[in-house]
């Protein structure tokens, strides 16, 4: 209610309201790392999203803001026939299941911002696109694995390739070098395909990142 009333009474305040909910989410995150503050954790979650989701909905049109009450509705009722189901010992795959979900956000919505505005150049805007775009693609494939290791799809076992430490700091590097060519070009368009590529290079990373890691220890990866 707060977040509300203050977003349409003082717009001044809009942007405080988008710290104070990305704060709380990442709060959060830290929370449903121990069973004892789990539900703290929940908590915070939803007045962060809550608190991100009207501050991005007060300045849409009245198209946009149609749109996105259909589609908060669908994913409201998903989500709450499913969590109802859910038993409590499948607690950790599905809140693997839902992380994914949250990494496909934050890549397609870095990419699509980038693509929206195209301003072009080394900037705050361009590199929360494209640290939002890498860390949504290891989250997005990442939970999916996680997923697959808790709710037994997949093999307990940890991925041991050869020299994998190496992959790992060769994908590194190679975000690296794509970030500086991201900010450098004088393209969008080329500016949307790296993109795009920093996306396809997060997704193979997030996979072989949790999959190298044994069943036993996915509450953490989720974390």
Not at 22 to 49: D, E, Q, T
Not at 120 to 140: H, K, R
Not at 178 to 194: E, H, M, N, P, R
Request: aromatic share 8%; proline share 2%.
């Amino acid at each position: 209610v707060v977040f509300l009333v203050v977003v349409v009474s003082h717009a001044e305040l809009l942007g405080a309201v988008s710290t104070v909910s990305a704060l709380l989410c990442v709060a959060a995150i830290g929370a449903l790392a121990a069973m004892s503050s789990a539900n703290a954790g929940c908590k915070f979650g939803m007045l962060g999203v809550f608190g991100a989701m009207v501050a991005s909905m007060v300045d849409m049109t009245s198209e946009n803001l149609l749109v996105a009450i259909s589609l908060m509705t669908v994913g409201g009722a998903f989500g709450a026939v499913l969590g109802v189901k859910v038993n409590p010992i499948a607690l950790p795959q599905t809140v693997a299941a839902f992380h994914s979900l949250v990494g496909l956000a934050a890549m397609c919505t870095s990419i699509g911002s980038f693509w929206s505005n195209r301003t072009l150049g080394a900037n705050m805007e361009n590199v929360s696109a494209v640290l939002g775009d890498f860390i949504g693609g290891v989250t997005l494939t990442g939970s999916l694995i996680a997923f697959g290791k808790l709710n037994g799809n997949l093999g307990s076992k940890p991925l041991d390739l050869p020299g994998k430490n190496y992959l790992n700091l060769s994908g590194l590097l190679l975000f690296i070098g794509l970030t500086w060519a991201f900010l450098q070009t004088d393209s969008a368009f080329v500016g949307f395909c790296i993109l795009w590529a920093v996306a396809a290079l997060a997704c193979v990373m997030g996979v072989h990142l949790v999959a190298s890691v044994g069943g036993g220890d996915m509450p953490v990866c989720i974390t």
